[in-house]
């Protein structure tokens, strides 16, 4: 059972940057693919970036161009670098991984998330 810790939230400023990172407990490499959302105060979660194991990263139209999604595998950890906040960018911010099973059964993992407030 993967286990997923994100970290890096915290209270910046309109046109600053934050890095979120995020650990999971078992190998990154026996992931499908890694994904980040976030779920703004009164709105619905949504998908923010997605990293396959294999093709292109995928970013949302909103963040595209700000935010960056990469991974460091000798610490087998993946971030969600994100410059040029805007206020509209505060949500809480989830590590997504989606893993096969022992059985070729497809599940997700999540982190608890962590709050990112972005604020003048």
């Not at 890095?19 to 992931?31: G, K, V, Y």
């Not at 709105?43 to 990293?51: D, P, T």
Request: a neutral charge; hydrophobic letters at 30%.
């Amino acid at each position: 059972q993967v286990q997923l810790v994100e970290s890096g939230g915290g209270l910046v400023q309109p046109g600053g940057s934050l890095r979120l990172s995020c650990s999971p407990s078992e190998s990154i490499f026996s992931f499908n693919r890694m994904a980040w959302y976030r779920q703004a105060p009164g709105k619905e979660r949504e998908l923010v970036a997605v990293s396959p194991r294999s093709g292109s990263r995928i970013y949302a139209d909103s963040v595209k161009g700000r935010f960056a999604a990469y991974r460091d595998n000798a610490k087998n950890t993946m971030y969600l670098q994100m410059n040029s906040l805007k206020p509209e960018d505060t949500a809480v911010y989830y590590c997504n991984v989606e893993q096969e099973d022992g059985n070729g059964l497809v599940i997700d993992h999540w982190g608890k998330g962590t709050l990112v407030t972005v604020s003048s």
